[in-house]
């Protein structure tokens, strides 16, 4: 079991003038940061940590998943956009699931291969590099020290050990196999064993050479194609020869002085904006961190803003999502009417549970950040692997409702809901950015932004603060119809039992491997904007202040 982890921080931030990188593996970490020091930019390195990280943590992310990039330009100080999701095959009908059986009370096995909806990962890597890169290093340059990762091995770390045991298992459950690429002997690396993937390496060397053609067409995409087909799925080449990334217009919301960017639906970000929107219209510092009052108030807004998210959030290219309405202040005073001081909530929309994902950022020396997550879904996702491929593939088409009034309907061609945020902090008067940041894990992810943000902001956290500190997760029970507050431990325990007293259902505390449900943030500043005493000795906010999660194996790292 790990050891509990108390609200003070264990470690100092990393601090450091010409870049930094914070992800959720040191290895990965390292090569990020060797790009950086190669030249590249923050966007060069983001995509060679993502690179990295799917040789070193395969069961939260990898190029067979999806990936969301938003990208601050220093010199133009606009937030930028990229939507690296995937669509639904175009066969894939509600009636087709039908003649198969399935229905919205029964549908697909959440690994079943209809689950896969086409890697966007690929092609947002690519299209980060060409829209964003410094133009110094090419996709081979990037992508090189992942392929010699995956080809010499490296050693697994600890909490990945874990979840690469947990997620097999899952699988094995579930009467499906993972490929042997990602096993020794049979069994899931331990903690400390060499594992090595030159299948992977094959696959990055591929895309090297000829691009998002070397993944989406050829024997990548064949293969791909033919283990879906295998498994009783309807992906097509075609459905991957046509996929293409998305460059979106960033949302936001102003609070306190702050403006915070998410991706727009189909992604989850606008959940965190509407929180933050009605959580404006209460003194959340004068209430102190982790109080009951504050915890009960946070609650009660991040299920409201959950609820409209999962109610409204869809693919807008298929339907139109009210995200102007969503954001408006006047909707989030009407909102917060609704929540009672002394008494929680009992309804809500339903909203599914279960993810691994991970999350990093990169700043530069230039002043560019790159927000950046990448994700398979549900661990392996669905535990498919192409022959010869090194990688599994997503299950993200889970996430689709198949009732046929609802937005997030599964159709042909179609994004589904996307738990996956990146996200990115600035100044609303100078557009300077302040802050790179981001928390992996599902429907934890706008939870974990609030809870992070409002650690630095309202309660004058550093960075490696804001991520040790104690975090909430509320989560709604569809069977039961009812919300839970998972709470961990590091709250004190007359907390629990007020906010209980409250009508909340609690669970607390929550502690060892279970802390993964909290997600794992990383975390960069530029300036010590949290501070005003430390912001004295940087007028000119050239210092970079990091923070890694240590409920996962990462670190930030500068130079």
């Not at 930094?20 to 190669?38: E, N, T």
């Not at 991957?240 to 960017?261: A, C, D, M, Q």
């Not at 309405?325 to 009417?337: F, M, T």
Request: proline letters at 6%.
């Amino acid at each position: 079991m790990l050891p509990e982890l108390p609200f003070s921080s264990r470690r100092s931030p990393v601090v450091c003038i010409n870049g930094c990188v914070a992800s959720s593996q040191p290895l990965a970490s390292g090569i990020g940061l060797d790009i950086l020091k190669r030249g590249g930019n923050a966007a060069d390195a983001a995509v060679a940590v993502a690179a990295a990280l799917n040789v070193t943590e395969p069961c939260s992310t990898g190029i067979g998943g999806d990936c969301f990039c938003l990208f601050y330009e220093a010199h133009s100080r606009q937030v930028r956009g990229l939507n690296g999701s995937g669509r639904a095959p175009r066969a894939l009908t509600l009636d087709l699931l039908a003649e198969l059986g399935f229905s919205e009370n029964k549908p697909p096995p959440a690994f079943h291969a209809l689950n896969v909806t086409v890697p966007g990962a690929a092609a947002c890597w690519c299209d980060t590099v060409q829209l964003f890169g410094s133009k110094k290093l090419s996709l081979g340059d990037i992508l090189h020290p992942a392929t010699e990762l995956a080809e010499r091995g490296f050693p697994v770390t600890e909490i990945t050990a874990h979840h690469w045991a947990k997620w097999l298992k899952a699988l094995e459950a579930a009467g499906k196999e993972l490929g042997g690429d990602f096993l020794i002997n049979n069994q899931p690396p331990k903690h400390g064993q060499v594992f090595s993937n030159p299948a992977l390496a094959r696959t990055f060397q591929e895309v090297a050479r000829h691009g998002k053609a070397g993944f989406y067409e050829g024997r990548i995409a064949e293969a791909i194609v033919d283990v879906i087909s295998r498994n009783g799925g309807v992906m097509s080449l075609e459905d991957l020869k046509n996929h293409t990334s998305t460059e979106v217009t960033p949302i936001f919301t102003n609070y306190k002085g702050v403006r915070l960017w998410e991706c727009p639906p189909n992604g989850q970000g606008i959940a965190a904006l509407i929180a933050l929107n009605i959580l404006e219209n209460f003194p959340v510092k004068d209430m102190g961190h982790n109080t009951t009052s504050y915890l009960h108030i946070l609650a009660e807004a991040l299920k409201l803003s959950l609820d409209d998210t999962v109610h409204f959030c869809a693919d807008p290219d298929e339907v139109k999502v009210p995200v102007k309405g969503l954001l408006s202040k006047d909707y989030s005073q009407q909102r917060a009417q609704l929540i009672h001081m002394q008494k929680a909530s009992v309804n809500g929309h339903g909203t599914p549970t279960g993810s691994d994902t991970v999350y990093f950022s990169v700043v530069d020396k230039e002043g560019n950040a790159c927000s950046f997550v990448n994700s398979n879904y549900m661990g392996f996702g669905t535990g498919l692997v192409p022959d010869g491929c090194g990688f599994s593939l997503q299950n993200r088409g889970a996430n689709f409702s198949l009732d046929s009034s609802h937005v997030n309907c599964m159709g042909p061609e179609k994004r589904p809901y996307h738990t996956i945020m990146p996200a990115m902090l600035t100044d609303p008067t100078s557009a300077r950015v302040l802050c790179s940041f981001g928390v992996m894990g599902a429907f934890m992810q706008p939870q974990g932004h609030v809870q992070v943000l409002l650690n630095m902001l309202e309660f004058g956290m550093n960075p490696q603060e804001a991520l040790d500190a104690p975090r909430i997760f509320v989560q709604y029970d569809k069977t039961a119809r009812e919300w839970h507050l998972n709470m961990e431990a590091g709250v004190e325990q007359g907390v629990a039992e007020e906010l209980q007293s409250r009508g909340h259902i609690v669970r607390w505390p929550v502690s060892g491997h279970d802390h993964a449900q909290f997600g794992r943030g990383q975390v960069i500043a530029v300036g010590s904007w949290w501070d005003p005493a430390l912001t004295q000795c940087d007028p000119a906010a050239r210092v970079l202040w990091a923070g890694s999660d240590p409920r996962a194996d990462g670190c930030a790292l500068g130079y």
